[in-house]
């Protein structure tokens, strides 16, 4: 029997169905409430009051997370202008505690972090002096906001390293013991021996000294999600019986202890730790039949994880942020849309009150703060949290990418003005993946801060500009151009803004979808209401419309037309679209089959099961079910589909609609993958596997029978007016952005949008 904790367990059982048991129990419109730009609590007190962590005096309770400042450094590592600029901007929107991203002191030791030519895409403070300005410079911008700065160093990344560096230089990553590599399980990660652990250990305390010199106000070790450290400090990857690092506290304690040595008393230390890696208990008994997982059964407990803490604390720790997770479950440590809002705050608690009750101090002899994690970036949750005692410090990621002045707005009580994440990961975590930096789907600024001002310059030719089309593409566009002078007309056919938003918002996973949307309506007023801007509800602009304005400048933005599959019988199905923005369409109809197994699909057939408890079958003709979606989003959707009974076929097309549900083609080749996988990730189109198995065709026709065939198939550009406008020399100039250009996701349509009115 795999061993699980009751605890643990009851937290991953919540997060798949967390709405239903809140509606259950009576909170779950109090819940929502939290999760929404509502302030009720204000004035902050609690968030904005200041706080001691050793020496150092925090001005107030909010810490930006570390997001991976993958490439946003130069070849060297040292941080470039990009990397200061968006630091420097999160320190001006008034965080009063900074983190980095990631810092790797392990080159030349874990062979997965450095590419060829002594090359990074990570930041270094390791590489030689001509690193230490970049750094210095960062200091000291962030300190000019009256914030403080910590790096996060990491000893490594181990078996969740890219594996490329076997193919590139012939090496085999690295990991504590024999471990798979995460990406390609089939490639082993060889165990580091003790005389280059005991390296890493002396270059952690190194940067720590450096950090320190260029000024930087701490130390903050990455021991969390499954990275070196926690491999080498947890039994589920440390399966070591000889030497030193056998005993699985014993490499944590040496990198504090060797940081504290290097640093002096004063100098906080900061650990990122998972209260449980949440694996045994997320897979169960599925963790021996999986190659990838079998050997991970022996995570740490509750009370380990705790004791190993207490004596963190006694080497040198002044402050933890504590969470759940790692890469094999990805969607805990990188919790997406569909997870519930402050999701480990009960796992932060629990630490505090340990801490608490077994009176746990630090070396200064001050209480130990736990900064909490997880979908905090909502004010009056975020202040209940404080006053409730649930914990000390309030750690912001995502949040403070979508924006970076979410501090001074709720400071000032401009709740309503924070522009809020949606949970989508697309710009934060997989536009890195896919070989890009950090960015954000709302925010076309967040790492472009060097190039973009804050405040858009003032238009030097004011133009008249009609803008077609009032999803988040037109709206960003429309309200760029107004807010540089110019006189802009936004045209929407439907009575509301969203477009697409408003179905998409629709189920109960989706809230952050819903908050966007009403953020765009109020930002759309307040422009209106500031600027040169009307906006148009329920009017249709056809071609006569467009010449009659005599615009300077036409902006379409209509998003998609729907496709249907070339099948028989498919026009007696129902789009998903229409679905979701009309549920009485679904009448008495309990068995569904959703055809199309991209984003929208699979949240309708979430929707389906579990708000409208149908039993779903999605269809998708990929060999992946919701292909380039951010590992974490779709692992969340995945997993508890596949716990909620939906059955996901993949290589699967369609054939027919009929009165009895769906006819389709289906490849039952035993090389068909698992379309439930969610323990290691889809590689991006440009990475060979080269262990992967050739996928072979063997289809069989199979019958799905459905009270209700739902297609959700995707679409094309919606640009028949932009043709026609363009054939008619409608206006001087014209452009096509957004969904009505190429189908993608809010962060293509709201990058281009905002690129494009600064230019107008």
């Known amino acids: 029997m795999i061993k699980t904790d009751p605890q643990v367990q009851k937290w991953i059982d919540r997060y798949g169905n967390w709405f239903l048991e809140e509606e259950k129990e009576g909170s779950f419109t109090r819940l929502l409430e939290n999760a929404r730009m509502t302030k009720t609590y204000y004035p902050y007190h609690s968030l904005f009051s200041p706080i001691q962590i050793n020496k150092l005096t925090v001005k107030n309770r909010i810490v930006m997370a570390p997001m991976g400042n ?69 200091a000291q911008g962030v300190h000019a906001f009256g914030s403080r700065i910590f790096i996060q160093l990491t000893p490594g990344l181990g078996r969740v390293g890219n594996p490329q560096c076997l193919l590139t230089m012939h090496k ?265 930096h950090p960015q954000c789907a709302v925010n076309p600024r967040t790492s472009f801060e060097h190039v973009f001002p804050l405040i858009p310059p003032p238009a030097v030719k004011k133009k008249k500009v009609a803008v077609i089309g009032a999803g988040p593409a037109g709206i960003t566009a429309a309200v760029t151009a107004a807010r540089r002078g110019h006189q802009v007309i936004l045209y929407e056919k439907e009575a509301g803004i969203g477009g697409r938003l408003l179905p998409g918002g629709r189920a109960k996973i989706k809230y952050e979808i819903e908050n966007y949307r009403l953020y765009l309506e109020g930002l759309l007023k307040r422009t209106a209401s500031e600027y040169k801007l009307s906006f148009k509800p329920k009017t249709t602009a056809d071609i006569k419309v467009l010449k009659r304005l005599k615009a300077d400048a036409l902006v379409f933005a209509q998003g998609t037309q729907e496709t249907l599959p070339p099948a028989p019988g498919v026009n007696d199905a129902l789009r998903a679209s229409d679905l979701l923005a009309r549920p009485e369409l679904l009448g008495n109809a309990k068995k569904i ?74 490849n039952i080749s035993k090389t068909v993958p698992d379309p439930c996988v969610t323990w290691h990730p889809i590689l991006p189109e440009n990475v060979v596997n080269p262990l992967a198995r050739k996928l072979l065709v063997e289809e069989a026709p199979e019958s799905l029978p459905a009270d209700l065939v739902v297609i959700a198939a995707g679409g094309v550009p919606d640009n028949a007016l932009y043709l026609e406008a363009l054939a008619e020399n409608a206006a001087p100039e014209l452009y096509n952005i957004g969904d009505s250009f190429s189908p993608g996701k809010i962060l293509e349509a709201n990058r281009a949008a905002y690129r494009l009115a600064l230019e107008i």
């Open 70 to 138: 993958i490439s946003m450094c130069d070849e060297t590592g040292r941080p470039s202008e990009k990397m200061l600029q968006y630091f420097y901007e999160r320190a001006r929107g008034g965080a009063g505690l900074i983190t980095t991203g990631l810092v790797p002191v392990s080159h030349g030791l874990d062979n997965s972090i450095t590419e060829l030519g002594e090359l990074s895409y990570f930041p270094r403070i390791d590489r030689s002096r001509s690193v230490f300005a970049g750094w210095r410079d960062l």
């Open 593 to 666: 089959v959703v055809i199309g197994g991209g984003v929208v699909g699979c949240e309708t057939a979430y929707w389906l099961r579990y708000e409208k408890n149908c039993e779903v079958t999605v269809v998708e003709m990929d060999k992946y079910i919701m292909n380039h979606t951010c590992t974490a989003n779709r692992g969340h959707l995945i997993y508890y589909l596949k716990k909620g009974g939906v059955t996901l076929l993949n290589c699967t097309r369609l054939t027919r609609v009929t009165r009895k549900g769906a006819e389709v083609a289906r």
């Open 172 to 436: 085999l990553p690295n990991s504590a013991s024999w471990n798979p590599s995460f990406y390609i399980p089939q490639i082993p990660c060889a165990p580091l021996s003790g005389g280059k652990l005991r390296k890493i250990v002396r270059n952690m305390g190194q940067a720590a000294a450096d950090a320190k010199t260029a000024g930087l106000d701490g130390a903050y070790l990455h021991g969390h999600e499954g990275y070196l450290l926690e491999q080498m400090t947890n039994g589920a990857f440390n399966r070591r019986i000889l030497g030193r690092y056998a005993d699985k506290e014993a490499f944590g304690i040496d990198c504090v202890r060797e940081i504290r040595k290097r640093t002096g008393p004063d100098f906080p230390i900061m650990y990122r730790i998972d209260l449980s890696l949440a694996l045994n208990e997320t897979y169960g008994e599925g963790m021996k039949a999986t190659g990838s997982l079998k050997k991970f059964t022996r995570g740490r407990t509750i009370k380990q994880t705790l004791g190993y803490m207490r004596n963190l604390v006694l080497a040198g720790v002044d402050i933890f942020d504590v969470d759940l997770g790692c890469y094999d479950n990805w969607w805990l440590p990188h919790p997406p849309s569909s997870m519930p809002p402050g999701c480990f705050l009960e796992a932060g608690a629990l630490v505090r009150d340990y801490f608490t009750k077994s009176n746990v101090r630090s070396n200064r002899g001050l209480p130990v703060p736990i900064a909490a994690v997880g979908k905090l970036g909502y004010p009056d949750l975020a202040e209940a949290a404080l006053r409730e005692g649930k914990a000390d410090m309030i750690m912001l990621g995502r949040p403070l990418l979508a924006d970076p002045l979410w501090p001074l707005k709720a400071y000032a009580g401009r709740v309503e003005e924070i522009r809020p994440c949606i949970g989508c990961q697309e710009g934060c975590v997989n536009e890195f993946v896919e070989g890009g």
